[in-house]
């Protein structure tokens, strides 16, 4: 069963982790399912060492792992804060290798931020045939654009896949 945890927002503006009992997954008719996942693996800490971003990376790898997501979509892949974290994204290569049997898309252009959301795939089952990045902005196609309040540019990575085994195609 998959387990997943839920962060809640607490009245004095902290987070904590919530725990929710597993969900058993749904009957099927013998269609192959498709397993998904959403993470958030931010690691802010420009002054951390290597070796700490290394052992962030192996912890997240290992959730990634245990739970087994034919796909993964991955949050604020970054190792600090917009526009330091540009220079060097040690984090992502540290995933990477944690990761060796995903797939990654990270599209980026002419974005500098096009690696901070990245989405993992099985390769054996999917195959992209299309990715981009859609920028919450009046000008969504512009990299890079800020728009709606805030302050920093805000994206979303986004991929068409075909997935083998079903011949149809999936978009996330």
Same mark, same amino acid.
């Given at each position: 069963? =998959? *387990? !997943? ?7 004095? @503006?902290?987070?904590?982790?919530? +725990? &929710?009992?597993?969900?058993?997954? +749904?009957?099927?008719? @013998? ?21 700490? !971003? ?9 959730? &990634?792992?245990?739970? *087994? +997501? ?12 917009? +526009? ?10 540290? =995933? ?8 990654? &898309? ?7 931020? @096009? ?6 795939? #099985? ?20 990299? #890079?654009?800020?728009g709606w309040g805030n302050t920093l540019p805000r994206h979303v990575a986004w991929a068409l896949f075909h997935d083998a085994a079903t ?6």
């Amino acid at each position: 069963t =998959l *387990g !997943i945890t839920l962060v809640a927002a607490v009245l004095a @503006g902290a987070c904590r982790t919530v +725990p &929710i009992s597993p969900v058993a997954p +749904p009957e099927t008719d @013998g269609t192959p399912t498709v397993r998904l996942m959403s993470y958030n693996v931010r690691y802010a800490d420009l002054r951390a060492e290597r070796a700490a !971003i290394r052992e962030h990376a192996a912890a997240a790898s290992a959730d &990634i792992r245990e739970r *087994g +997501p034919d796909i993964a979509c991955l949050q604020e892949v970054m190792t600090g804060i917009y +526009p330091e974290f540009v220079r060097s994204n040690f984090f992502r290569r540290a =995933l990477v290798d944690e990761l060796p049997d995903y797939a990654w &898309i990270a599209p980026t252009g002419t974005s500098r931020l @096009g690696d901070a959301n990245a989405i993992l795939y #099985d390769p054996d089952r999917f195959m992209p045939m299309r990715q981009g990045l859609h920028w919450f902005s009046d000008t969504p196609m512009t990299p #890079d654009t800020r728009g709606w309040g805030n302050t920093l540019p805000r994206h979303v990575a986004w991929a068409l896949f075909h997935d083998a085994a079903t011949d149809r195609h999936l978009f996330v």
